[in-house]
């Protein structure tokens, strides 16, 4: 999954080189936090968030398959 994020944020952002996607395995979930340049942020999350939510939508469907909870966070 966590190649998958890095895969969507990557394409669309400016500075590709900045995406970072650190993974922690949580009690009940998997946590995955993107982090992008303060110039990109915009670009990660969209207008009112649609992106963001696009973005965990399709890791959440890949993560079916799994039989996994995965938690997409975006941080600063």
Known sequence: MKELL?????N????????????????????LELKVAPDDMGKVIGKQGRIAKAIRTVVKAAAI??????VVEIVQ
């Open 12 to 31: 669309l952002v400016d500075n590709p080189e900045d995406v970072i996607v650190t993974e922690t395995k949580g009690e009940k979930a998997l946590v």
């Open 65 to 70: 398959h799994g039989d996994k909870h995965i």
């Open 6 to 10: 890095e895969v969507i944020a990557k």
